[in-house]
């Protein structure tokens, strides 16, 4: 974490142009990703979700801030611990606006649930969706393989006129897969609009970030593309703005790919699954100083010091640093609370797919 606020290429302050209103969105979209995540654990340990939950816990402000400058026909190529950006793409178009460029949080709520009114119906849930429409890349297990499907994605568009960019997601640990360096050598040589986003959260699994990335920062493997690579605090959600809107200014001006590393923490297991596992791999104050920067305190205090919160609201919902099982729904604001009982109803009243579906979308049916 040490080299965090390193600029590599000196950023602009997008986040300057950012109204009040703006400002207090973005507050309300961490909570609503800290919120998805802590009631998931909830209703997992509670037994009513099968799979695994890659908990986004501690990197919201890479979520919220990298994607909150897109334009509604931008893409993105989210991962497994990026479960929230499903449905926040293009959330500044209403919550629930149907024609927003993102998916609904019934759909995404149906695929957790693994219900037959998930996009999928049902065939897989958590990660695994995506939505052509909504220009959302479908996740797959294959790390660091959605980047090349990115780079068709936007080359195609700049064919067919457009001026469209896309972000792809990978954790540092899958900067060692081969295909990552294909995909973006390709992009580099014919400048496309690709900006890899890198989740650096200093764990692949149970391997530490130095047994990963022989190099201090993942953002210098773009100087060997010829292309910037960005470093941010993936803890403050205004500093991932200000990289991301950098990178994307430069992507959608025609001058080609980049990578935007965000420094963060993975505050718990690699899944579920593993929380028990973890504990005994990290050492505990490693733990304990990578929760302490939590995105939730530090986009407060940056409201405080802008005067946008009332000396009321300063104090109110105080989510951060509290465990899934630590913090309740009166840690969140209600409008939040709301927005997901919303999702999680539709998905409790979704049937089951009927096992006559099974074979459905396997074979082309015959006319
Ligand atoms: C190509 C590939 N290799 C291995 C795996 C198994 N695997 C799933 S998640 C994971 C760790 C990924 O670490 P990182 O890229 O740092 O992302 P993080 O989980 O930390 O967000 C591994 C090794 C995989 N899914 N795909
Ligand atoms: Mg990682």
Known sequence: MKSAMKPHPTPGRASEQLTKEDCLEMFRQLYLARYFDVRLIKE?????????LYSSHNQEAIIVGSI????????????????PMFFMKDMRAGWRNPDRMGMSIEEVCAQVWCKSGSPGRARDNWSHIGS???RIIHSTSMLAGTIPVAAGVVLADRLNGGDAVVLTFNGEGSTAQGIFHEAINYAAIHKLPVITVVENNQWAYGTPV???VPTEDVADRAKGYGIPGYIADG????????????AVEYARSGKGPSIVECKTFRAYGHGDHDDDRAAKYRDPHEVEEGRL???LAIC???????SYLTADDAIRFMAEGKSSSEATTEDFPPEVVAYLDEGIRFALASPEPPAEEGGMWVFKESE
Request: hydrophobic content about 30%.
């Open 44 to 52: 997992k340990k509670r037994g009513r979700l099968r799979g695994t």
């Open 68 to 83: 909150f400058g897109l334009r509604p026909t931008d893409w993105i190529s989210p991962v497994h611990r990026d479960m």
């Open 132 to 134: 052509l429409e909504k």
């Open 210 to 212: 130095q047994l990963e």
């Open 235 to 246: 803890q403050d959600v205004f500093d991932v703005y200000d990289k991301v809107m950098e």
């Open 293 to 295: 920067r939590d995105p």
């Open 300 to 306: 407060r205090r940056r409201l405080i010091e802008k």
